[in-house]
């Protein structure tokens, strides 16, 4: 490793003075910045392998791969650990966790100070979003993980050319990152939007430690986007081309349900005389603006994926098993003796033998203390890959306007209450569908899998203020957007009595996106529902699809008893928002309500 560089190489004063005052507290040996080059990353791939904290993968079946394993108790972003600091508590709104800025810096210097003693400090410039696009944010991490450097070396642009453009007196997101041994109690990560700084200690793990991801990209994007009039969203931005021509959706779903397979898909057998050609632009978050054109624009403000790897193979996301073949690295999946990496209801013959992830000795058909099959990946093991890896990488996924956006869609993972597919009646009641996203709980957080939780726009875990104040800049947004999408909500996972999945899923959802496109353009038959317009069972293009007999019914049934427990489910939600709602969602609820007892009664 090059020793430290005495020289910082930026005159940013806020910079300077922010790296000196991190210095002082967290004393580290030596101090590196990074600069993003290959030889960089090289001698940092050296210094990880010679302290034990990445193991080279197969060089001839994995080039330029790399295997991580993580503390036990390190492997998933932990919500009951994440801050927003507020000066005010009403501000960070009743579905965060609110700590006092005063109390939240002292406490983290308690565990910050001297904390990298023994260590490098990495300084990381970063810019969310394309180097210099006017939708684009840029950080300064400091860290003293070299797993972090190399990952969010894949997940941002970092390095010599944001420091350029941050210039002698750019503002950027203060980033502070330390491993503090990552032990749960010096676990914590703490948003301080009102001084556009993050800290976070005591974990490596990704969602909690790259910091321009969740931390940035969502809880303070969302704070900026909403004093700037723009969206930061959790959402897959996709391209869909026909006949010459692509239009763009983006989807914004729960943790951990099928964004990076629905951004990657692969049209079905049944739709391929059609031509379709789907672009990857971005498969986890959206920053959105009004372009000049009156359309909303989207950009994805990462450069990688940070994806789920258990479940990802050659049948539900083969464009991910191609982007994952050099240059990622694997974290918390079973590592082959061989040097390859495997995972559950994963990619081809799992390897003779090998580690789990939690370094246990593993062998197909090992069993668990409790009798069952031996995990050799955790449930939310992952895969850091470069997004331009991808084969359906967008030709515009760089481009610093974006692209525009013809609908939105939301989405859960609801067993029964949601059909296949709905359109929402205009932009308010989008909102309100978005606000009122349910799903069943899935590996990425830590808590109980299989649990109903409420999760509006699929951002409860990442809105970095009062959700009440989101809803109202959601609301506020549309009169911004003279041209606004459609807004949609589908649910892939709805179950028939003996609870088998009713849809198949993966590149067959291409089919209701095909739908959505076709509503967007005033095609597509539907039938107005209660809850929206929902397709008539012969809308949906099914060519070459066999569903059972009475599934498309199924799919399509809008059940008013269901929707009316799930009304007491929307009010309980939004009660604990109190006075600070505003009236317009309560307008959707009574409209709602209303609707739905015509329907019972007619
Ligand atoms: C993620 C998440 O890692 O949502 O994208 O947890
Ligand atoms: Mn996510």
């Given at each position: 490793?090059?020793?430290?560089?005495?020289?910082?190489?930026?005159?940013n004063?806020?910079?300077?003075?922010?790296?000196?005052?991190?210095?002082?507290?967290?004393?580290?040996?030596?101090?590196c910045?990074?600069?993003?080059?290959?030889?960089?990353?090289?001698?940092l791939?050296?210094?990880?392998?010679?302290?034990?904290?990445?193991?080279?993968?197969?060089?001839?079946k994995?080039?330029?791969?790399?295997?991580s394993?993580?503390?036990?108790?390190?492997?998933?972003?932990?919500?009951?650990l994440?801050?927003?600091c507020?000066r005010?508590?009403?501000?960070a709104?009743?579905?965060?966790?609110?700590?006092?800025?005063?109390?939240?810096?002292?406490?983290?210097?308690?565990?910050?100070?001297?904390?990298?003693?023994?260590?490098?400090?990495?300084?990381?410039p970063?810019?969310?979003?394309?180097?210099?696009?006017?939708?684009?944010?840029?950080?300064?991490?400091?860290?003293?993980?070299?797993y972090?450097?190399l990952?969010?070396?894949i997940?941002?642009?970092i390095?010599?050319?944001?420091?350029?453009?941050?210039?002698?007196?750019g503002d950027?997101?203060?980033?502070?990152?330390?491993?503090?041994?990552c032990?749960i109690s010096?676990?914590?990560?703490?948003?301080?939007p009102?001084?556009?700084?993050?800290?976070?200690?005591?974990?490596a793990?990704?969602?909690n430690?790259?910091?321009?991801?969740?931390?940035?990209?969502?809880?303070?994007?969302?704070?900026?986007?909403?004093?700037?009039?723009?969206?930061?969203?959790?959402?897959?931005i996709?391209g869909i081309?026909?006949?010459?021509?692509?239009r763009?959706?983006?989807?914004?779903?729960?943790?951990?349900?099928?964004?990076?397979?629905?951004?990657?898909?692969?049209?079905?057998?049944?739709?391929k005389?059609?031509?379709?050609?789907?672009?990857?632009?971005?498969?986890?978050?959206?920053?959105?603006r009004?372009?000049a054109d009156?359309?909303?624009?989207?950009?994805?403000?990462?450069?990688?994926?940070?994806?789920?790897?258990p479940?990802?193979?050659?049948?539900?996301?083969?464009?991910?098993?191609?982007?994952i073949?050099?240059?990622?690295i694997f974290?918390?999946?079973l590592?082959?003796?061989?040097?390859?990496?495997?995972?559950?209801?994963?990619?081809?013959?799992?390897?003779?033998?090998g580690?789990t992830?939690?370094?246990?000795?593993?062998k197909?058909g090992?069993?668990?203390?409790?009798?069952?099959?031996?995990?050799?990946?955790?449930?939310n093991s992952?895969?850091?890959?470069p997004?331009?890896q991808c084969?359906?990488?967008?030709p515009?996924w760089?481009?610093?306007?974006?692209?525009p956006?013809?609908?939105i869609?939301?989405?859960?993972?609801?067993e029964?209450?949601?059909?296949?597919?709905?359109?929402?009646?205009?932009?308010?009641?989008g909102?309100?569908?978005?606000a009122t996203?349910?799903s069943?709980?899935?590996?990425?957080?830590?808590?109980?899998?299989?649990?109903v939780?409420?999760?509006?726009?699929a951002?409860?875990?990442?809105?970095?203020?009062n959700m009440?104040?989101?809803?109202a800049?959601?609301?506020?947004?549309?009169?911004?957007?003279?041209?606004?999408?459609?807004i949609?909500?589908?649910?892939?996972?709805r179950?028939?009595?003996?609870?088998?999945?009713?849809?198949?899923?993966?590149g067959?959802?291409?089919r209701v996106?095909?739908?959505?496109?076709s509503?967007c353009?005033?095609?597509?038959k539907?039938a107005?529902t209660?809850?929206?317009?929902?397709?008539?069972?012969?809308?949906?293009?099914t060519?070459?699809?066999?569903?059972?007999?009475?599934?498309?019914?199924?799919?399509?049934?809008?059940?008013a008893?269901d929707?009316?427990?799930?009304?007491?489910?929307?009010k309980?939600?939004?009660?604990?928002?109190?006075?600070?709602l505003?009236?317009?969602?309560?307008?959707q609820?009574?409209?709602?309500?209303?609707?739905?007892?015509?329907?019972?009664?007619?």
């Open positions: 490793m090059a020793p430290s560089q005495p020289i910082a190489p930026t005159k004063s806020k910079l300077l003075a922010w790296v000196k005052e991190i210095e002082t507290l967290c004393q580290p040996d030596q101090i910045w990074i600069d993003g080059s290959e030889a960089e990353k090289r001698r791939e050296k210094r990880g392998i010679a302290r034990g904290q990445m193991i080279p993968l197969d060089p001839e994995l080039p330029g791969c790399f295997y394993r993580s503390n036990r108790s390190d492997v998933a972003r932990t919500e009951n994440t801050f927003i507020t005010k508590k009403e501000d709104g009743p579905t965060n966790n609110w700590m006092d800025p005063r109390e939240a810096y002292a406490k983290s210097e308690e565990v910050l100070k001297g904390a990298m003693k023994g260590h490098t400090m990495y300084i990381v970063f810019s969310m979003g394309p180097v210099g696009s006017p939708f684009s944010k840029i950080g300064v991490e400091i860290t003293d993980s070299i972090v450097v990952n969010m070396r997940m941002a642009r390095g010599r050319k944001v420091l350029d453009l941050l210039g002698d007196d950027f997101t203060k980033c502070l990152h330390s491993k503090a041994e032990d010096h676990r914590m990560i703490l948003h301080f009102e001084d556009n700084a993050i800290v976070s200690t005591g974990s793990y990704g969602g430690a790259l910091l321009g991801k969740k931390c940035l990209a969502l809880r303070i994007g969302s704070w900026h986007a909403r004093q700037e009039n723009w969206l930061a969203e959790h959402m897959l996709l081309e026909k006949d010459g021509q692509t763009y959706v983006t989807a914004a779903f729960p943790s951990a349900c099928g964004k990076t397979n629905l951004a990657m898909l692969i049209p079905p057998e049944g739709l005389h059609k031509g379709y050609k789907i672009w990857t632009v971005g498969d986890d978050i959206a920053w959105l009004v372009g009156g359309r909303l624009w989207a950009v994805n403000p990462e450069a990688g994926f940070f994806g789920v790897a479940g990802t193979n050659s049948r539900t996301n083969p464009n991910a098993i191609k982007t073949q050099k240059n990622t974290t918390n999946v590592l082959g003796d061989d040097l390859t990496v495997w995972w559950e209801d994963g990619e081809g013959a799992p390897p003779a033998s580690t992830w939690d370094g246990k000795p593993w197909p090992f069993s668990d203390e409790n009798g069952k099959p031996l995990l050799g990946a955790h449930p992952r895969f850091t890959a997004a331009g084969p359906t990488i967008s515009k760089e481009d610093p306007q974006g692209v956006i013809s609908a869609i939301f989405g859960g993972r609801r029964r209450v949601a059909p296949l597919v709905f359109e929402t009646f205009d932009w308010d009641h909102v309100y569908v978005g996203v349910a069943e709980r899935t590996a990425a957080a830590e808590g109980k899998v299989g649990e939780r409420r999760d509006p726009m951002m409860l875990p990442f809105c970095g203020y009440a104040d989101y809803f800049h959601w609301l506020q947004m549309g009169a911004r957007i003279p041209k606004p999408p459609k949609f909500h589908v649910n892939w996972f179950k028939d009595e003996k609870g088998k999945f009713l849809w198949p899923g993966y067959e959802n291409l996106l095909e739908w959505i496109l509503r353009e005033g095609d597509g539907a107005k209660p809850i929206g317009f929902v397709p008539t069972k012969d809308a949906l293009d060519t070459g699809l066999s569903l059972p007999a009475g599934a498309m019914e199924k799919l399509l049934e809008v059940r008893e929707w009316a427990s799930e009304l007491d489910g929307h309980a939600f939004f009660e604990k928002f109190g006075p600070r505003s009236q317009r969602m309560w307008k609820y009574e409209a709602l309500k209303d609707r739905l007892k015509t329907a019972v009664a007619a």
